[in-house]
């Protein structure tokens, strides 16, 4: 039988390499939280709209929806029967 390999507890991966990022490498954490930071920051500057325009704007897109598929459901519809007479 072969001996067991001593099992040494590092703090590298499968791959070998060190998961936690060294100094220096594009990992860093001060950079992440900066960047996370700022990405708050930003996000507090958006204007939302209000209710009544976000319902408005809602209504006209479900109404489009259902235009366009009435639409390309009466041309399926069309161009279906119109083929079916050209087959016979």
């Known amino acids: ?16 390499k060190n998961p936690v990022p060294e ?8 950079k992440i939280n900066q960047f996370t930071s700022e990405v708050k920051n930003e ?14 704007t809602t209504g006209v897109v479900v109404v489009l ?9 009466a041309v399926d519809l069309i161009l279906g029967k119109l083929i079916g007479l050209v087959i016979k």
């Open 43 to 56: 996000f507090g500057k958006i204007a939302w709209p209000d209710k009544k325009h976000t319902v408005a």
């Open 1 to 16: 039988m072969a001996s067991k390999k001593s099992t040494k507890t590092t703090s590298k991966n499968k791959t070998g």
């Open 23 to 30: 100094e220096g490498s594009k990992f860093d954490l001060n």
């Open 65 to 73: 929806v259902f235009m366009i598929s009435f639409y390309l459901g």
